[in-house]
């Protein structure tokens, strides 16, 4: 299986290490968007795609990247996110980036989140949220969602 994460991490790199930590399970390169071409991601199994949540929203450069990329058959996908505060139930931030994912032909198995250090106004004020994540309990996570992902992809080829 071959395996490349599509990562933009700009704030406190919270999104970096759940990335690289992915990235060793699944013997990935993690990248940045401009790193990489719609032509290269076409040579690989498994594609991730992630960031940091702002707003509500994946950081813009990814969601150009994914909307630049010309719709037909892909790979298998996954999307990950670090954010401040937890995903809402009613308004999940992860759903709109997988549905503009499978409209350009991806198969999306799963998303993973979790918190990270943020301090966007207002949390700037207190010092910020969530000061010592992701941490290890996080970062098990990400290594057990990783695990799981590798033999899923594993069974299905």
């Not at 199994?45 to 949540?53: A, E, P, Q, T």
């Not at 139930?89 to 350009?104: H, M, N």
């Not at 301090?119 to 910020?128: D, H, N, Q, Y």
Request: glycine share 12%.
């Amino acid at each position: 299986m071959k395996a490349i994460i599509v990562c933009a991490s700009v704030s406190h790199g919270n999104t970096k290490r759940i990335a690289d930590v992915m990235g060793e399970v699944l013997a990935a390169p993690v990248v940045e968007p401009e790193e990489v071409t719609a032509a290269e991601l076409a040579a690989y199994d498994l594609v991730g795609f992630g960031s940091g949540i702002f707003s509500g929203r994946f950081h813009p450069r990814l969601r150009r990247f994914v909307g630049s990329l010309p719709e037909g058959g892909r790979s298998q996908a996954f999307v990950l996110a670090t954010s401040g505060l937890p995903e809402p139930g009613f308004r999940p931030f992860t759903r709109p980036l997988v549905r503009r994912l499978e409209q350009k032909g991806f198969a999306v198995g799963d998303t993973f989140a979790c918190r990270g250090f943020d301090t966007w106004l207002p949390f700037r004020l207190v010092g910020g949220l969530n000061k010592t994540r992701p941490d290890g309990g996080d970062l098990a996570a990400a290594h057990a969602f990783a695990e799981g992902l590798r033999e899923r992809v594993a069974q299905d080829r």
